[in-house]
């Protein structure tokens, strides 16, 4: 069994909470302001590609 965690798992988790695929745009544009080095070694910790990590953060920045 696989215990590490990645985005599929995440995104499951802020589902079960009840977060949106908006309000989950909301919480990385959050993130990005506030603490922009911890959001890209976050996602990095979700293994998240770096060309996809490059995409969420411009994107977190336009909203």
């Known amino acids: 069994?696989?215990?590490?965690?990645?985005?599929e798992k995440w995104v499951e988790l802020f589902e079960?909470?009840?977060l949106d695929k908006s309000a989950r745009q909301k919480w990385h544009?959050?993130?990005?302001?506030?603490?922009?080095?911890e959001h890209q070694a976050f996602l990095e910790?979700?293994?998240v590609?770096?060309?996809?990590?490059q995409a969420i953060r411009k994107q977190?920045?336009?909203l």
Do not use: C, K, Y
Request: hydrophobic fraction near 40%.
């Open 16 to 18: 079960t909470v009840g």
């Open 49 to 53: 590609p770096l060309e996809d990590i």
């Open 1 to 7: 069994m696989n215990h590490a965690m990645n985005v």
């Open 29 to 37: 544009a959050e993130f990005e302001r506030r603490f922009p080095n």
């Open 45 to 47: 910790w979700l293994q």
């Open 60 to 62: 977190s920045t336009t």
